[in-house]
Every structure is written in structure tokens, then in C-alpha cells.
């Protein structure tokens, strides 16, 4: 199974369960930017524990592993879990939907797009970048994380909100790696 069959397919159980999602990450940055290749998918889920158990049946063993423990917890942290796809060693990466008021923001902000022949709800360009320039930030000065919010600012140019980024760049202590990324993009 591919990477976009395997994205294909959880975008069509989390769909089928009524579950909310947002894909994020690497693979949104390579459809708002530049394409790169990613290890994994990175999905934003409202998940519930009554909807936890549609996702569980959904992914079975041997064909996926997808710990059920895992997702509980992840239930009570409001953290992550993994599902994998053992043959082909793909993954997705769940994470849960936080009470913290720029993953709600975003959350509510996704934008519906098309990728590959599959249509999914993601993150809007402001927000993809930010949440690199953070991932950025939080990882001691990730220049790949850099990469990827520089060529998604370059790509979308004036189409981006410039006082969305500058509020939550404001409240999320990102100023500075703002200000980098517009002087590196000729826009600052």
C-alpha cells in the first residue's frame, strides 16, 4: 500500500465515522509548498472514545497495527498514536485535537483541497506555517521545518493573510522566526 492509499483510505474511515479531521504536517506543506518526501502523515482528529472504537475496527491486524492501548491513552493525554502498515512500513501519525487555543483556531480555520485524487480537509497555508515555524522553534532550530514554512510563504505569496501570521506569530512567540522567514523570502 502507498502513501496516498494509505492516506486515501484513513481519510475515507475517519469520513465513513464521522470523525473530524485536519491532515497536516509534511504532506500538507509538500501540497501548499514545495513537494518533498515525507516518512509519514500527520492527522489532527476529534476523536472521542466511542469513535476511537470505529477507528480501531477499521484497522485490523495483521494488515495494520494500531495499539489500542496506545489510542486510549492518547484519549486521556489528548497526545498521539501511531497506526502502521507493517509491509510497507508506512505510517500515520494521530493527534489529538487540544483545548490549546491555536490548535482550535487552526482546527476550525482547514480548508478543503484536492491531492492525488483524493479530496481532505487541511490546515490553511497561514497555519501550516506557523505550526513549521513552531515545530521549528521547538526542536532547537530545525532548518527543514524552516524549509518547508519558507517555500509554502513563497508559493502562496499575497494570497497569505499577513495579520493572521502576525497575531498568532504574536502569541506564540514566533516573531523573530517570522521576520527571518519574510527577510528570506524578499518580503520583509
Not at 485490523?60 to 484519549?75: C, I, T
Not at 513549521?132 to 524552516?146: A, D, H, N, P
Amino acid at each position: 500500500m502507498s502513501q496516498s492509499e494509505l492516506l486515501a483510505r484513513v481519510i475515507n474511515v475517519l469520513d465513513a465515522a464521522g470523525i473530524d479531521y485536519m491532515v497536516t504536517g509534511s504532506t500538507v506543506s509538500s501540497i501548499q509548498g514545495e513537494p518533498r518526501s515525507t516518512h509519514d502523515i500527520d492527522v489532527v482528529v476529534a476523536l472521542t472514545a466511542a469513535s476511537a472504537d470505529a477507528l480501531l475496527r477499521a484497522f485490523p491486524s495483521p494488515e495494520f497495527y494500531l495499539d489500542e492501548q496506545a489510542v486510549r491513552e492518547a484519549l486521556v493525554r489528548k497526545d498521539m498514536f501511531n497506526l502502521l502498515q507493517p509491509d510497507t512500513g508506512e505510517k500515520v501519525d494521530f493527534w489529538l485535537l487540544t483545548d490549546d487555543a491555536f490548535d482550535q483556531a487552526r482546527f476550525r480555520g482547514k480548508v478543503g483541497t484536492s491531492f492525488e485524487g483524493i479530496t481532505l480537509k487541511v490546515s490553511r497555508p497561514e497555519d501550516t506555517i506557523l505550526m513549521k515555524l513552531r515545530w521549528c522553534k521547538m526542536s532547537g532550530g530545525s532548518e527543514k521545518q524552516f524549509q518547508d514554512a519558507l517555500r509554502i510563504f513563497e508559493v502562496q505569496g499575497s494570497g497569505l493573510d499577513q495579520s493572521h501570521l502576525d497575531y498568532w506569530a504574536t502569541q506564540l512567540g514566533l516573531n523573530e522566526l517570522l521576520a527571518r522567514l519574510r527577510t528570506a523570502a524578499g518580503a520583509g
